[in-house]
T-cell receptor
Framework: DAGVIQSPRHEVTEMGQEVTLRCKPI?????LFWYRQTMMRGLELLIY????????DSGMPEDRFSAKMPNASFSTLKIQPSEPRDSAVYFC???????????FGSGTRLTVV | GENVEQHPSTLSVQEGDSAVIKCTYS??????FPWYKQELGKGPQLIID?????GEKKDQRIAVTLNKTAKHFSLHITETQPEDSAVYFC???????????FGTGTSLTVIP
């Protein structure tokens, strides 16, 4: 298995633009998680899905952030409009269990200028 | 909610020496404690975990200890090698909650 695949690896965008981050989980994993990592706040859970259904989005910072999982093999995290404070590394992780055996992707480094 | 504190934030050791990273947690209901290793440009990778019904767990050069009474757990790496250099994160969760709570990370440098 190729692991959790995220794209793009790096994204530089101007303030106000829409940004879409993509994730392909490991086949057979029915939990998918989106995390954000910054120096100031460390790793923060944004949202997680179970069987393609959003279960907890309490970590999504504000309405500018949205996430979807249209099928078991694909998820997106969208920021519209983007702001400089959204600059961070965004990780997707998948698991066959809510807590055990997370596999993280390599992340998307987002820079909003 | 849970609060996980991790120390030290940076740690340098000579190759072959041992490294110890410590974490404390606040929620006595927490019962699962994983450790993740993050290499530069990569996502965190699970390296070892422990559940609250166990006091210690070993996997080759890595061990984790848990003291439920004091609410702290530690990662021990023996005979360190340069490839152990990375950022290490502890985390805590309880199985009726919604998420892990991660520590702030320890940047370990092993000096050849």
């Amino acid at each position: 298995d190729a692991g959790v695949i995220q794209s793009p690896r790096h994204e530089v965008t101007e303030m106000g633009q829409e940004v879409t981050l993509r994730c392909k989980p490991i086949s057979g994993h029915d939990y998918l998680f989106w995390y954000r990592q910054t120096m100031m706040r460390g790793l923060e859970l944004l949202i997680y899905f179970n069987n393609n259904v959003p279960i907890d989005d309490s970590g999504m910072p504000e309405d500018r952030f949205s996430a979807k999982m249209p099928n078991a093999s694909f998820s997106t995290l969208k920021i519209q409009p983007s702001e400089p404070r959204d600059s961070a590394v965004y990780f997707c992780a998948s698991s066959s269990n809510r807590f055990y055996g997370y596999t993280f992707g390599s992340g998307t480094r987002l820079t909003v200028v | 909610g849970e609060n996980v504190e991790q120390h030290p934030s940076t740690l340098s050791v000579q190759e072959g020496d041992s490294a110890v990273i410590k974490c404390t947690y606040s929620d006595s209901a927490s019962n699962y404690f994983p450790w993740y290793k993050q290499e530069l440009g990569k996502g965190p990778q699970l390296i070892i975990d422990i559940r609250s019904n166990v006091g210690e767990k070993k996997d080759q050069r890595i061990a984790v200890t848990l003291n439920k009474t004091a609410k702290h757990f530690s990662l021990h790496i023996t005979e360190t090698q340069p490839e152990d250099s990375a950022v290490y994160f502890c985390a805590a969760s309880e199985n009726t909650g919604n998420q892990f709570y991660f520590g702030t990370g320890t940047s370990l440098t092993v000096i050849p």
